[in-house]
Structure formats: structure tokens, C-alpha cells
């Protein structure tokens, strides 16, 4: 199982081999990239089209997609901990802060893949997630899907 998670990427050219994985997500902000069907986006702040959030289930689990930004990522997590919780989801991407993180709460995780623009993207995979800066893994996180 691989799953790319992205987020932030406005203006930048996507230059990622998006062969190889099961699922490939937008976390919002993707700017003038135009993904082909087999990709989940939600629109983030700076974007004109798109569903604001989506609920999926992935490999059985129930992910929440979020930009991030009607909860307030910047300042606080409660908000959208609160949103992922109500939709009983165990698994919650989200960008906007242009910070990379992952992190678990109440046996919720939570991943922000960073900005691409910043040249910062997520690879999950079966028991581990890989937080990238520059294609250079800066962070490992263990954690069976």
C-alpha cells in the first residue's frame, strides 16, 4: 500500500512520478495543476473549485480530507479534531499551515504533508510514514495502516 499525500502546491510545477501508488490526495491549494480522475482533491483557500472536504474510505479506514483552513490549522487543532471525531473518521489529512507534521491523537492521526511548493510531500505506506523535504525523508513515523 502507498498513498501520496500532497498539499500547498500553488503555483509550482508538479515534478513527482505519480506512477506507483494506490492513492494519491490534494490536500488543497494545487494552484493551475490539473489532476486526472484517479486523484482525491479538496479545494483549500486559494483554489475556486472543489468540494471543501472529503470523507473516504481507504484501505477500511475512514479518512477526512481537509485543507485545513476552516479550522483554524494555523492557530489551533481542536477544531478539526472535533470535525474528524463527529465524522467518525480514524485518519485525517490536512495542509494550509505549509508545515509538515504528523502526529496521533485520541487513536486519531493526523498528517499535514507540508507545502510542495516548499518542495515537502507525505508517502504512506503500510507501517510507516515518510515526511519529504527536497525527495530527503525528514521524518519517519511508525504506524500501522
Sequence with gaps: MRILVLSD??????????KGYDYIICC??????RFKN????????????????LIENIFSR???ISHGDLY????RYD???YRTKELDCSVCFFGHTHKGEVFIYED???????????NEYAIVEDNSIKLYKDDKVIKEFAFKW
Design 62 to 64: 475512514r479518512v477526512f
Design 38 to 53: 484517479n486523484v482525491l482533491v479538496v479545494r483549500g483557500n486559494c483554489d475556486k473549485d472543489g468540494a471543501k472536504e
Design 79 to 81: 477544531n478539526i479534531f
Design 28 to 33: 488543497g491549494d494545487y494552484g493551475n495543476t
Design 72 to 75: 483554524n490549522v494555523k492557530y
Design 108 to 118: 486519531i492521526l493526523f498528517l499535514n504533508p507540508g507545502a510542495y511548493q516548499n
Design 9 to 18: 502546491i500553488h503555483r509550482k510545477s508538479l515534478n513527482l512520478n505519480l
